[in-house]
């Protein structure tokens, strides 16, 4: 009996081998793809989307803009073409959920500076007090990299349409001068869809969206 297993025992590793191949492959193929949901206006918490926009089921996209940067540069639309990002509201001055978004925007930054698929943006919610050298001074002080996030003014009801019209995070203010923006991280495809909402002050929802930024290159 022992010969008999001692004959045998090679072609055994090699068929058990091969056996885990066959298993590991079919899994492999017959496991879904994870796919990330395409959000709609419709679908998101109507206190955050614009009251005509409120009905849309579908093709929502960012719609087109044109702000400027920390150094002065226009920044539109064609910057980010081709390319995932994550978008944030916030200012300068706020001393309550901001400086805890923008360090999570900067790990976000740190984990992915060598990826250059991802981009990052930030609109202020207060442009008359957050000029370009404010801006400025304010990344200089985050350490934000140039080539990977803007931080952006501008027009002030073009911002408040993106965060209510385009990215759907920021409610509506009782004083039509002002907007209630949100601690969302918004993750944008490169077809320019919302594919998720993170909080951006929680440490877990940050790890979560650097995965689905995984899942979502895989999908790209």
């Not at 008999?4 to 090679?10: D, G, L, V």
């Not at 191949?21 to 206190?47: C, D, G, M, R, T």
């Not at 990052?120 to 080539?147: C, F, M, W």
């Not at 385009?166 to 918004?186: G, M, Q, R, W």
Request: proline share 4%; with cysteine; net charge negative.
């Amino acid at each position: 009996m022992l010969q008999f297993f001692s004959k045998y025992k090679y072609f055994a590793i090699v068929l058990a081998v091969l056996s885990v191949i066959i298993i590991a492959a079919i899994y492999s193929v017959l496991k879904p793809n994870e796919v990330l949901p395409v959000f709609q206006p419709a679908k998101v918490n109507a206190e955050l989307v614009d009251t005509t926009l409120q009905h849309v089921k579908k093709y929502h996209t960012i719609g087109d803009f044109s702000l400027t940067n920390q150094n002065g540069k226009t920044i539109t639309q064609n910057d980010y073409k081709d390319k995932i990002y994550v978008a944030d509201f916030f200012f300068t001055t706020c001393q309550t959920i901001c400086p805890v978004m923008t360090d999570h925007m900067a790990e976000i930054q740190e984990e992915l500076k060598r990826d250059q698929e991802v981009l990052l943006l930030s609109h202020t919610v207060t442009p008359e007090i957050d000029s370009v050298a404010q801006l400025k001074r304010y990344a200089l002080q985050k350490g934000v990299n140039d080539e990977k996030w803007n931080l952006v003014t501008g027009d002030k009801k073009e911002i408040y349409d993106l965060a209510r019209k385009s990215y759907l995070a920021a409610k509506e203010s009782p004083n039509p001068y002002e907007l209630i923006h949100t601690e969302n991280f918004v993750l944008v495809d490169k077809k320019k869809r919302i594919r998720g909402f993170y909080d951006g002050t929680d440490p877990e929802a940050i790890e979560q969206l650097l995965n689905d930024i995984k899942i979502l290159k895989k999908e790209d």
